[in-house]
């Protein structure tokens, strides 16, 4: 190489004309030495090519120091770059003034046309025939993200590495509406080449952002955050084979720059990856392990294809160690998912035998929670409650969610066995106890071993019996009929009544010392009329039974019949309620329950409904005994027994057919 430095005495420096005399006598010298002349500003490491482009672009100044070279520093060279340098600073500051009107006018020209260039709103870059960058406007420039100095006279790839410009030199052939990825915009170019005659001295690129297109930059930019934020390492490599886009991911985790990688050939960055197999193939690689850049990854290459055309391949890949992460994430909601699980089947299985007993009231719900608690505990139960609140339906949820769930639940029911076999259906008799006793027979307390008994009706359980009942519950074991040896039991007592034991305790009728024996839990079951709350749920549970049951469709009561439901005292309490939407399913034709299928005394403008139960005459008040028997009366009429009664009206079948004979009824 061989430089010489040489100021520009010229008024207004290297402008046009002047350039054009420089180029002119760089390619006169050319001609004689056959050497290359480069021009560059003084101290710049690039030296151009002499042409008017880059001589005009460099906007040397009046006494600016510009630097002549060649390649070779040989004696014909150093007479090239001299001869050059002499004519600068002596041939052309010598005849420069008489041209000063003509200067003027190209200058003029040459300003306008720089101008137009610069302020249109596309995007021109020319090279020459080396591919040097000869111009460029400013729309180009920013859409490369560069200034003027820093692309003037570079090798136009080394700028835009997926140039397609210097092709157009080779095959001299024009190319319009080709899709160019440069720097995250697309663009859309033309390219064209420059003739000189048949000579081709350039090429030029005209390209436009499409990605700023209405519509199309909206769905760019979210596009574009999408890739921004996504974890995932993106990247796309474009139909020629060069990466166009790498996301923020990828370059976090790879630790490269996207300026480092955008446009670079895949064959070149990684010639054994799976962007080139898969740019090859056109043949999708799905979750392939690899380690790269001191990480290891997970990959899935596919190719892009748009209309059957092949446009490149996109690679997405997550960290192992991001996976890891996920997983474990993953294990620790699994793991909750079953503590959560767990509970679920914990809660519903504590619950499981009390769904059945409907009500949301506060007084039903707080007996049920002594029910629940009771249920844990071996402790004897008793349950009290009107007739129908659901006694045995609580006794028998007790037991069912009580660890004694799977032995036996015996009902026995003291108010209906007659008083002298009572004791031998409770405690069972030996073969020979008595005439008649052929074989032994057990009794309900051996049967229930290892369950609960439940003692329904305990109220009208005989005085004679309390006693053996009493010794029972206090030794835990007892003697059959005739046996020889008495019999532990692991038996679990549930009783009930409907009656007042502690009035019968009064009245001597019920033993003081098994009342405490048997009251260790206590239940009271509210009466239904106590609760009217509860009285919707319960007939929306009924008529979904029934309708089971009776294979009907009833869908519900209406307004008025609820009135007259809520309204009614309900002495015989759920088991009323329950008789009375049965009846009314029944007798309805409609898919409503309507009052017309209500009992005449619940649906006449009666009773009730004036809140009080007795519908006195001109408020002449009558012998309680005509009370009694009517009320008896209607009890008969409606249950037709003295046992379904005498539970109505609280009373035992034996009162009730007392009674009965009494009033003649
Ligand atoms: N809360 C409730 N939810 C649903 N059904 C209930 C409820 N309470 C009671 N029942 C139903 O009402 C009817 C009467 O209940 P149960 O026989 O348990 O009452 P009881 O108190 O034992 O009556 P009695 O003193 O007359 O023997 C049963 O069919 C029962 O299923
Ligand atoms: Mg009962």
């Known amino acids: 190489m061989f430089f010489k430095d040489v100021i520009v005495k010229i008024h207004n420096g290297l402008h046009t004309r002047i350039a054009a005399m420089v180029v002119n006598k760089a390619s006169e010298i050319k001609g004689r030495y056959n050497v290359d002349l480069y021009i560059s500003r003084k101290n710049s490491k690039s030296p151009l090519a002499?042409?008017?482009?880059?001589?005009?672009?460099?906007?040397?100044?009046?006494?600016?120091?510009?630097?002549?070279?060649?390649?070779?520093?040989?004696?014909?060279?150093?007479?090239?770059?001299?001869?050059?340098?002499?004519?600068?600073?002596?041939?052309?500051?010598?005849?420069?003034?008489?041209?000063?009107?003509?200067?003027?006018?190209?200058?003029?020209?040459?300003?306008?046309?720089?101008?137009?260039?610069?302020?249109?709103?596309?995007?021109?870059?020319?090279?020459?025939?080396?591919?040097?960058?000869?111009?460029?406007?400013?729309?180009?420039?920013?859409?490369?993200?560069?200034?003027?100095?820093?692309?003037?006279?570079?090798?136009?790839?080394?700028?835009?590495?997926?140039?397609?410009?210097?092709?157009?030199?080779?095959?001299?052939?024009?190319?319009?509406?080709?899709?160019?990825?440069?720097?995250?915009?697309?663009?859309?170019?033309?390219?064209?080449?420059?003739?000189?005659?048949?000579?081709?001295?350039?090429?030029?690129?005209?390209?436009?952002?499409?990605?700023?297109?209405?519509?199309?930059?909206?769905?760019?930019?979210?596009?574009?955050?999408?890739?921004?934020?996504?974890?995932?390492?993106?990247?796309?490599?474009?139909?020629?084979?060069?990466?166009?886009?790498?996301?923020?991911?990828?370059?976090?985790?790879?630790k490269v720059h996207g300026n480092e990688v955008t446009g670079k050939d895949i064959f070149e960055l990684s010639p054994k990856g799976l962007r080139v197999k898969v740019f090859q193939s056109k043949e999708k690689i799905e979750n392939r392990v690899q380690h790269k850049n001191g990480i290891d990854i997970i990959s899935t290459v596919e190719p892009i294809f748009i209309d059957d055309e092949f446009k490149g391949v996109i690679s997405t890949s997550k960290t192992v160690d991001d996976i890891k992460d996920l997983l474990s994430k993953l294990e620790k909601s699994e793991e909750e998912l079953n503590y959560y699980k767990e509970e679920l089947i914990k809660h519903t299985r504590l619950n499981s035998s009390f769904k059945d007993i409907i009500g949301s009231s506060s007084s039903l719900r707080d007996a049920l929670t002594i029910c629940e608690k009771a249920s844990k505990s071996t402790s004897t139960v008793l349950i009290r409650g009107e007739s129908g609140t659901g006694k045995e339906l609580v006794a028998k949820a007790i037991h069912n969610n009580s660890p004694r769930k799977n032995n036996p639940f015996v009902r026995v029911n003291c108010a209906a066995i007659p008083e002298n076999l009572l004791e031998s259906e409770l405690f069972g008799y030996e073969k020979g106890a008595f005439t008649g006793a052929l074989k032994s027979k057990p009794g309900k307390f051996a049967i229930a071993n290892g369950g609960t008994i439940f003692l329904d009706e305990i109220g009208d359980m005989p005085i004679s019996m309390q006693v053996k009942l009493l010794r029972v519950l206090q030794e835990r074991e007892f003697e059959s009929l005739g046996g020889l040896s008495p019999q532990n039991i692991d038996v679990r007592v549930i009783a009930a009544t409907n009656r007042n034991l502690e009035e019968m305790i009064e009245d001597k009728s019920f033993r003081e010392d098994l009342y405490y024996r048997l009251n260790v839990i206590s239940i009271n079951l509210p009466p239904l009329r106590n609760r009217k709350e509860d009285i919707g749920l319960l007939v929306e549970y009924f008529i979904d039974k029934l309708n089971k049951k009776l294979n009907k469709t009833i869908i519900g009561v209406d307004k008025e019949c609820l009135l007259l439901l809520q309204e009614y005292p309900w002495p015989g309490n759920i088991r009323e309620l329950e008789n009375i939407i049965e009846r009314a399913i029944n007798l309805s034709d409609s898919s409503i329950i309507t009052p017309k299928d209500l009992p005449s005394f619940l649906n006449n403008n009666n009773i009730s409904l004036k809140g009080s139960l007795i519908n006195t005459h001109n408020g002449e008040l009558l012998p309680f005994e005509e009370y009694e028997k009517e009320i008896i009366k209607l009890a008969m009429e409606k249950y037709k027994s003295y046992n379904q009664a005498g539970k109505a009206l609280g009373l035992t079948h034996r009162t009730i057919s007392l009674k009965c004979k009494k009033y003649n009824i």
């Open 50 to 254: 002499i042409s008017m482009l880059a001589l005009v672009s460099l906007k040397i100044q009046e006494n600016e120091t510009i630097t002549v070279s060649s390649k070779s520093s040989d004696p014909l060279s150093q007479i090239a770059v001299n001869e050059l340098c002499d004519f600068i600073s002596k041939d052309l500051v010598s005849n420069n003034s008489s041209m000063n009107k003509i200067d003027a006018i190209i200058e003029e020209s040459t300003i306008a046309n720089e101008q137009i260039i610069d302020n249109v709103p596309i995007g021109i870059i020319v090279i020459d025939s080396n591919s040097y960058i000869t111009s460029v406007n400013n729309y180009a420039l920013k859409l490369i993200d560069k200034t003027s100095r820093e692309v003037m006279g570079k090798f136009v790839r080394d700028i835009i590495p997926n140039s397609d410009l210097p092709n157009i030199i080779s095959s001299r052939e024009k190319q319009f509406g080709k899709i160019q990825h440069i720097n995250n915009h697309i663009t859309m170019v033309n390219r064209s080449p420059i003739f000189l005659g048949e000579k081709i001295i350039g090429a030029i690129g005209v390209f436009q952002d499409v990605s700023e297109i209405v519509g199309m930059k909206e769905l760019n930019e979210k596009f574009k955050k999408i890739l921004a934020s996504s974890h995932d390492l993106i990247c796309f490599v474009d139909e020629y084979g060069k990466v166009s886009y790498v996301n923020p991911a990828y370059e976090k985790n790879l």
